[in-house]
């Protein structure tokens, strides 16, 4: 009998801790401010640990801003918008899916915006172990 609750704490403990991993974490970028002119936007990226499976969110005034995600770091230093790898509608609200590990570059590309410091970069970790294999959780 021992053994059998035994057995049945681990299962529940293992469970228990894999299940934190699952979790997608939702940013909403810029927080209160939003994805607008006035906030330092690296800062804001920096100390946060990106998993993928997390979300960034863009909130912003209809029309007013945009989201790019940029190739590479030089094109994010030198606001080189002309071939973004994505480029989302001025709808007020975009949301990026981190699909994947690696380096991710972000800006607006609505005339000023990303030399007025409407960009930043994060890194992307890539999901525990236990779940590479997990295509089908979101």
Same mark, same amino acid.
């Given at each position: 009998? %021992? ?6 704490? /681990? ?7 894999? %299940?934190? =991993?699952? !979790? ?5 970028? #810029?927080?209160? +401010? ?9 800062? =804001?990226? *920096? ?7 997390? !979300?960034?969110?863009?909130?912003? @005034?209809? #029309? ?6 940029? $190739? *590479? ?9 002309? +071939?973004?790898? /994505? ?5 007020? !609200?975009?949301?990026?899916?981190? !699909?994947? $590990? ?8 609505? #005339? @000023? ?7 930043? =970069? ?5 999901? $525990? ?7 089908? /959780?979101?």
């Amino acid at each position: 009998m %021992a053994n059998k609750n035994l057995c049945i704490f /681990i299962l529940i403990a293992t469970i228990v801790t894999q %299940a934190t =991993w699952v !979790r997608a974490v939702e940013y909403t970028v #810029g927080e209160c +401010k939003g994805w607008n002119e006035g906030v330092d936007f690296q800062a =804001w990226a *920096d100390g946060k640990q990106y998993v993928q499976g997390d !979300r960034l969110v863009f909130n912003y @005034e209809y #029309g007013k801003h945009n989201v790019v995600l940029l $190739p *590479d770091q030089a094109s994010l230093d030198n606001c080189n918008l002309e +071939k973004p790898l /994505i480029s989302l509608a001025h709808c007020g !609200r975009n949301v990026v899916n981190l !699909r994947t $590990p690696g380096r991710v570059f972000v800006s607006s590309a609505v #005339g @000023e915006d990303c030399k007025k410091g409407l960009k930043f =970069w994060v890194d992307v970790k890539p999901c $525990p172990a236990v779940l590479q294999g997990a295509h089908y /959780i979101t």
